[in-house]
T-cell receptor, first 112, second 114 residues
Framework: GQQLNQSPQSMFIQEGEDVSMNCTSS?????WLWYKQEPGEGPVLLIA?????ELTSNGRLTAQFGITRKDSFLNISASIPSDVGIYFC????????????FGAGTQVVVTP | DGGITQSPKYLFRKEGQNVTLSCEQN?????MYWYRQDPGQGLRLIYY???????QKGDIAEGYSVSREKKESFPLTVTSAQKNPTAFYLC?????????????FGPGTRLTVT
């Protein structure tokens, strides 16, 4: 079952603000992935992280693989209206190839 | 251009009927997956396949069946034994070589059973 705790559940922010969300677990992961899903569509991969401590950016998005390997963080800087959507974290456990564990998602709403 | 296609986008069925959801990929990925998504929840794994003619149950396989006769195709059948089949179904694929666990998703099929 689901082992990832993703927070916050939702965020209502103004355009231009920064957004931060995180995922935590009691298990150790060897990969962290961050996806964005828009209504009625499939998730789109934003960032993949493979090493503890790794910090990776994709435009205004920055994600980090926690040092303990039990958590990950995603930041969105200077939010714009098209950042609206649900952001999911996913982790790959060391001993279970192909079986990603997903967080419940963070819904981001950006107001002008 | 490469990607994953799922059809149809919306599917309506009467209770007691089996229904098959299509998933095709041209990314040359060996592995394919089926997930179920319910409102307010993360994705839950139904079945996955690492290679043609082989597949494994995920966390919620009861009431579902799959086949993997071709590398490009991984259809999912929702049987009448699935107690609560109404959901958004997502297909994904990934390579199996190296360290890449990145899964790429199709656009999804929304199934409504009444």
């Amino acid at each position: 079952g689901q082992q990832l705790n993703q927070s916050p559940q939702s965020m209502f922010i103004q355009e231009g603000e920064d957004v931060s969300m995180n995922c935590t677990s009691s298990s150790i992961f060897n990969t962290w992935l961050w996806y964005k899903q828009e209504p009625g569509e499939g998730p789109v991969l934003l960032i993949a992280l493979y090493k503890a401590g790794e910090l990776t950016s994709n435009g205004r998005l920055t994600a980090q693989f926690g040092i303990t390997r039990k958590d990950s963080f995603l930041n969105i800087s200077a939010s714009i209206p098209s950042d609206v959507g649900i952001y999911f974290c996913a982790g790959q456990l060391s001993a279970s190839w192909g079986k990603l564990q997903f967080g419940a998602g963070t819904q981001v709403v950006v107001t002008p | 251009d490469g990607g994953i296609t799922q059809s149809p986008k919306y599917l309506f069925r009467k209770e007691g009927q089996n229904v098959t959801l299509s998933c095709e990929q041209n990314l040359n990925h060996d592995a394919m997956y089926w997930y179920r998504q319910d409102p307010g929840q993360g994705l839950r794994l139904i079945y996955y396949s690492q290679i043609v003619n082989d597949f494994q149950k995920g966390d919620i396989a009861e009431g579902y069946s799959v086949s993997r006769e071709k590398k490009e195709s991984f259809p999912l059948t929702v049987t009448s034994a699935q107690k609560n089949p109404t959901a958004f179904y997502l297909c994904a694929s990934s390579p199996v070589e190296g360290l890449s666990y990145e899964q790429y998703f199709g656009p999804g099929t929304r199934l409504t059973v009444t």
